[in-house]
């Protein structure tokens, strides 16, 4: 398999993100998600990521979308503009096969090179155990579980979440985000 190429979401990704996505939603639980949204739905979501100047990439192998990966705002309230959520998937027949690192370092380099200071991974399952120990070795550590919170495919689900510390953290004032 040819090497990944990580690179800014276009218009014509899309279809693919939807796919890899839709797959996530029917059959895992990263995402609570219970119908999975339309090429157009997940179009709006990038453009408002993208608008807000925070990053969205793909990773491409062969011609072919295998993974993206994007920060959101962590809460929409004005004091949490520093924090950013990450959010990645990768397609189900590739999961372990070196996608996902490539993709998540650029977010974090672009959040961290926008100013965002924190990085929180929110785990949907405290059984999915993979995000976390690919979460942990990505920096990030945990900070909680919170228990029984979301109900999908018949079970209560947990969240759990990790947080990473981007450039200077805490330990200087910020600059506002660009």
Not at 64 to 77: C, L
């Amino acid at each position: 398999m040819q090497d990944l190429v990580v690179r800014p979401v276009s218009d014509t990704d899309m279809p693919a993100i939807q796919a890899i996505y839709a797959h996530h939603v029917r059959h895992g639980t990263a995402s609570w998600e219970l119908e999975p949204p339309t090429a157009e739905e997940l179009t709006a979501r990038r453009d408002a990521i993208l608008a807000m100047g925070l990053p969205y990439v793909v990773g491409e192998r062969g011609g072919e979308i295998v993974g993206y990966a994007s920060a959101g705002p962590y809460r929409v309230r004005p004091a949490y503009r520093f924090t950013v959520e990450d959010t990645i998937y990768v397609h189900p027949e590739l999961a372990g096969a070196g996608v996902a690192r490539p993709l998540l370092q650029r977010v974090i380099d672009d959040c961290t090179a926008a100013g965002r200071r924190q990085m929180i991974a929110v785990v949907g399952d405290s059984a999915n155990l993979a995000s976390i120990r690919f979460h942990e070795k990505m920096g990030f550590r945990r900070i909680g579980t919170i228990t029984g919170i979301g109900w999908k495919f018949d079970r209560w689900l947990d969240s759990v979440l990790l947080q990473r510390t981007l450039g200077s953290g805490v330990d200087t004032p910020p600059d506002e985000p660009g």
